[in-house]
Structures are given as structure tokens and as C-alpha cells.
């Protein structure tokens, strides 16, 4: 499973990145208001910190709005990812946007039909947001099982993208249904390291290998 980081802190992303657990970016407009930074002075500086894609998300809901915002972020560096809502412009400029040759993430996915339609306008990402339909007592892993079991069906190449990610159950299960990829925010990202009987035993460890009185030089 791949994990991309979800937020736009350089810092966050570069501790990650230099333990090997950054496969990726993305980013949103609420994620650039947190940063307090320029988009295309933050997105440029993520994209030259990471190998792959970085998602970067149009503002624009019409297709031509969309088009021409996309060839504006497309600029920033090779590795940007276009990211589109999911509406009926978002389909059909995801739809341009693959034919040219960009890497498109389609985001805002409720609905397995939602992700069929993506997978259908050859998105190279569908971002199904877990957490917020675990917010209305749904149970938002279901989706991500639905739409694994439609794209499998057909073959669909689109990689989904579980999105939303709030704990480490989220990991957990995106990963044991197959997503191809989660996006997780960095706090949760380092919980997944976490596990009381690690702390335990290096703690006896470290005692036993005071006692031994040796060092190791
Ligand atoms: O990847 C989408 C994510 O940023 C949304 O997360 O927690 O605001 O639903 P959340």
C-alpha cells in the first residue's frame, strides 16, 4: 500500500519523507489555509521535496475555469497530480486532462457510482472520503470494499485513494479491503508506529543492558 501525506506543512512532509513513509502528497484548499502560505510557493516547494505525485486541487467549478487553473498548477513540476471535484465539469475535464498526458485525482467521492463514473473518465486517483461519511453513522470503509469490488470487476485502473483517514483502524482496514493507496494526515501517519508492548520491551530491554554495565563501541 502506498501513503501519501495529507497536508500542505513542509515540515511535517520532510520528517516523513526522511523515514521512508512518503509515497506521495495531496493537498486541498482547506489544507493551504491551514499552511497560511501561497499555493504556488508551497506546492512548488512540496513537489521538489517528494518523488511522487502531489496532489494539487483546481478552484474553479466550470471546465473551462478548471482547465485553465490545471494548466497554471500543471506548470509547477512534473509530479503535480490534478486534483478535480467530483461533478459533472470535474468528469469532463478529468477526461482532457488524462488525454493530455496529466495525472488527475478526482476528490469529494460519497458514492460507489460516484467512483465508476471517475474510473470511467480515466482518473488516475478516486479520493473516497472515509471519515466524513463515518460522520453521518455510515459506515465509510463500506465504500471503499464497493468500489475495490466494481473497479476489480472490470478492470478499472483508477487506484483508489482512501481519503478522510482519522485513525489507524481507517490504515488498518483501507489496507486489508486493498485501496491501492490511503492519504493520511502526519499525526496519524506517526500513530501507526505505536504499540504499548514495544514501549515495554525496549524499557526492559534498556534496564537489562544497564546491568550488563557494557557499551557498545
Ligand atoms: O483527504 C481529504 C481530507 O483532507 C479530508 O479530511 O478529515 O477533513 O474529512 P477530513
Given at each position: 500500500?502506498?501513503?501519501?501525506?495529507?497536508?500542505?506543512?513542509?515540515?511535517?512532509?520532510?520528517?516523513l519523507?526522511?523515514?521512508?513513509?512518503?509515497d506521495?502528497?495531496?493537498?486541498?484548499p482547506?489544507?493551504?489555509?491551514?499552511?497560511?502560505?501561497?499555493?504556488?510557493?508551497?506546492?512548488?516547494?512540496?513537489?521538489?521535496?517528494?518523488?511522487?505525485?502531489v496532489?494539487?486541487?483546481?478552484?474553479?467549478?466550470?471546465?473551462?475555469?478548471?482547465?485553465?487553473e490545471?494548466?497554471?498548477?500543471?506548470k509547477?513540476?512534473d509530479?503535480?497530480?490534478i486534483?478535480l471535484?467530483?461533478?459533472?465539469?470535474?468528469?469532463?475535464?478529468?477526461?482532457?486532462?488524462?488525454?493530455a498526458?496529466?495525472?488527475?485525482?478526482?476528490?469529494?467521492?460519497?458514492?460507489?457510482?460516484?467512483a465508476l463514473?471517475?474510473?470511467?473518465?480515466?482518473a488516475?486517483?478516486?479520493?473516497?472520503?472515509?471519515?466524513?461519511?463515518?460522520?453521518?453513522?455510515?459506515?465509510?470503509?463500506?465504500?471503499?470494499?464497493?468500489?475495490?469490488?466494481?473497479?476489480?470487476?472490470?478492470?478499472?485502473?483508477?487506484?483508489?485513494?482512501?481519503?478522510?483517514?482519522?485513525?489507524?483502524?481507517h490504515?488498518?482496514?483501507?489496507a486489508?479491503?486493498?485501496a491501492?493507496?490511503?492519504?493520511?494526515?502526519?499525526?496519524?501517519?506517526?500513530?501507526?508506529?505505536k504499540?504499548?508492548?514495544?514501549?515495554?520491551?525496549?524499557?526492559?530491554?534498556?534496564?537489562?543492558?544497564?546491568?550488563?554495565g557494557?557499551?557498545?563501541?
Amino acid at each position: 500500500m502506498k501513503f501519501f501525506v495529507d497536508t500542505a506543512d513542509v515540515d511535517e512532509i520532510r520528517e516523513l519523507n526522511d523515514m521512508g513513509l512518503v509515497d506521495g502528497v495531496t493537498t486541498n484548499p482547506s489544507l493551504i489555509l491551514k499552511s497560511g502560505r501561497d499555493i504556488m510557493e508551497v506546492t512548488k516547494e512540496i513537489c521538489s521535496m517528494v518523488d511522487g505525485p502531489v496532489s494539487a486541487e483546481v478552484t474553479a467549478t466550470d471546465y473551462e475555469g478548471m482547465m485553465s487553473e490545471a494548466a497554471v498548477l500543471a506548470k509547477i513540476a512534473d509530479n503535480i497530480c490534478i486534483k478535480l471535484p467530483l461533478t459533472l465539469d470535474g468528469l469532463k475535464a478529468c477526461k482532457a486532462l488524462t488525454a493530455a498526458g496529466h495525472k488527475t485525482n478526482v476528490t469529494l467521492c460519497f458514492s460507489a457510482n460516484q467512483a465508476l463514473l471517475a474510473a470511467k473518465a480515466g482518473a488516475t486517483y478516486i479520493s473516497p472520503f472515509i471519515g466524513r461519511i463515518d460522520d453521518m453513522a455510515i459506515d465509510g470503509m463500506e465504500l471503499i470494499a464497493e468500489i475495490r469490488q466494481i473497479y476489480d470487476n472490470y478492470g478499472y485502473t483508477t487506484e483508489i485513494l482512501a481519503a478522510s483517514i482519522r485513525s489507524v483502524n481507517h490504515v488498518k482496514d483501507a489496507a486489508l479491503i486493498g485501496a491501492d493507496v490511503a492519504t493520511v494526515p502526519p499525526s496519524t501517519l506517526k500513530a501507526l508506529v505505536k504499540h504499548p508492548l514495544t514501549d515495554k520491551g525496549l524499557e526492559t530491554f534498556l534496564a537489562d543492558w544497564q546491568k550488563t554495565g557494557q557499551k557498545i563501541s
